[in-house]
């Protein structure tokens, strides 16, 4: 018997804007070097463009609060084209290298393209172009791959949990076939989106959440599916984001438990960190003559519960109201879209965003390591908090 309950909230009542601090006089000059309490740069945007998906995923909008009387931002709360291009620039200028589109499902969001286009044209401090990727669930893709490769966009993400078409539907718990998510991302390939310079789509990673007793029976179908086409399969541990989705520690598959299982049946090579404050940890796949072959795709693991990272991480998170969040498991988020309307100039927002990185301590996951007496806890435990987090559907993931 199911005995999960699950609050009818208001999920925004959590993330009530926290005025900006005051600025100080004679603040320092900004650039690539601004660093939070524990050192870590700001090298990650997040931005959500819309709170409105069309899956009602059980980790992320269970259907039993995001159902048909659940009532979304108007279209005149969300921030628009320009003001989200505004705060990129300004984000850019403090250090940040890499920004990813999220919901909610980005691909709701009208005319997305355009700001794609406009996102596409920034450059970092050091001149290159921005990283510019977008989180989706696929269901739209087939349609739209085209149109996002001619705005700029280079990488993207699609969230895939099985193959099995019964484990698909219920995950997604609005009947969604999985063939149709797995379209989009051949239209993707077909359009050469994600295609690198190699000639091989190391801009396309498809993520699966695995949630023991519902899918990790399809690891393995996964990874020889989409290993099979050279793609990155990045597995992710079910996390407590929000308060929604029932968490409990028992639910957790660790991503070491993953790795040994892959390890049956693939010859897989740990691979060293592109960059810091990257989550994924990496492993490449030997071909079959026992050598390294990155043709052969490659596999990732995030770890947020067993393997924290949060020493590391260099992410911030736009709502799509214009609210700044500093850590995915964060209560409280910080008004910028205020900001962005009144007379004040780039130089005095980009001085109130730089004075809040530099006051972040956020490290939950740390935390919750310690409150749960280890890395991975025990089974059956479960994490009880007393603050209040803000939804992952809100501020993506």
């Not at 698909?168 to 690198?196: C, H, R, W, Y």
């Not at 940890?281 to 770890?303: A, Y």
């Not at 994490?383 to 209040?388: E, T």
Request: contains cysteine.
């Amino acid at each position: 018997m199911n005995d999960r309950v699950i609050p009818l909230i208001d999920e925004r009542a959590r993330a009530l804007p926290v005025p900006l601090p005051d600025l100080v006089a004679g603040f320092e000059p900004l650039g690539e070097n601004v660093l939070d309490q524990l050192a870590r740069p700001l090298r990650d945007l997040r931005i959500s463009v819309t709170d409105r998906c069309n899956f009602r995923c059980s980790y992320c909008m269970p259907k039993e609060v995001f159902n048909a009387q659940y009532t979304y931002l108007p279209q005149k709360a969300l921030l628009s084209f320009e003001q989200i291009t505004r705060l990129a620039q300004i984000f850019v200028s403090l250090g940040t290298e890499k920004i990813r589109l999220t919901g909610g499902e980005p691909l709701l969001r009208k005319n997305l393209e355009l700001l794609i286009a406009q996102l596409s044209t920034l450059k970092t401090l050091q001149g290159q172009d921005i990283d510019l990727t977008l989180t989706t669930n696929g269901a739209l893709l087939a349609k739209k791959a085209a149109l996002l490769k001619a705005s700029g966009l280079k990488r993207i993400t699609v969230s895939v949990d099985a193959l099995d078409d019964r484990v698909f539907k219920s995950m997604n718990d609005v009947d969604f076939p999985v063939t149709n998510v797995l379209e989009g991302i051949q239209a993707a390939m077909d359009v050469g989106l994600g295609l690198d310079q190699s000639g091989l789509y190391s801009g396309i990673k498809i993520n699966m959440v695995v949630k023991k007793g519902t899918n990790e029976h399809e690891i393995l179908p996964m990874a020889r599916f989409f290993l099979a086409k050279g793609l990155t399969l990045r597995f992710i541990e079910y996390m407590d984001v929000g308060s929604t989705n029932g968490w409990r520690m028992q639910e957790v598959m660790p991503s070491s438990a993953v790795l040994a299982l892959l390890r049956t049946e693939f010859d897989l090579v740990p691979l060293q960190s592109l960059k810091r404050g990257e989550t994924a940890e990496r492993f490449g796949l030997k071909n079959q003559h026992g050598v390294l072959d990155s043709r052969c795709g490659e596999v990732g693991f995030i770890s947020s519960v067993t393997q924290a990272f949060c020493a590391d991480c260099s992410r911030a998170r736009l709502s799509t109201e214009g609210l700044l969040y500093l850590c995915l498991f964060a209560s409280q988020g910080h008004d910028l879209k205020t900001l962005v309307q009144s007379q004040a100039s780039n130089t005095v927002i980009a001085q109130s965003v730089a004075q809040l990185w530099r006051q972040r301590q956020d490290r939950y996951s740390l935390l919750r390591a310690q409150d749960l007496g280890s890395g991975a806890g025990a089974p059956g435990e479960s994490l009880a908090s007393s603050q209040k987090r803000v939804e992952m559907s809100y501020i993506g993931g």
